[in-house]
């Protein structure tokens, strides 16, 4: 499984300016699902997402 670290701009990149959701951007880069260790953390940054969408 690759490093969640070195593909995270590019996750970021895909789900903000593309508006794909996590699973579709880790799809399309061809890694891993996140670990449920951090699905906290993707929580949050899907509600930031959200809000900065409304705007």
């Known amino acids: 499984?690759?490093?969640?670290?070195n593909y995270q701009v590019a996750v970021d990149i895909l789900r903000c300016h593309l508006g794909?959701?996590?699973?579709?951007?880790?799809?399309?880069?061809?890694?891993?699902?996140v670990s449920k260790s951090s699905a906290t953390e993707t929580e949050t940054?899907?509600?930031?997402?959200?809000?900065?969408?409304?705007?």
């Open 20 to 33: 794909m959701s996590l699973e579709e951007a880790h799809k399309e880069l061809g890694i891993d699902q």
């Open 45 to 55: 940054q899907e509600l930031l997402i959200g809000l900065n969408q409304d705007n």
């Open 1 to 5: 499984m690759a490093s969640k670290e």
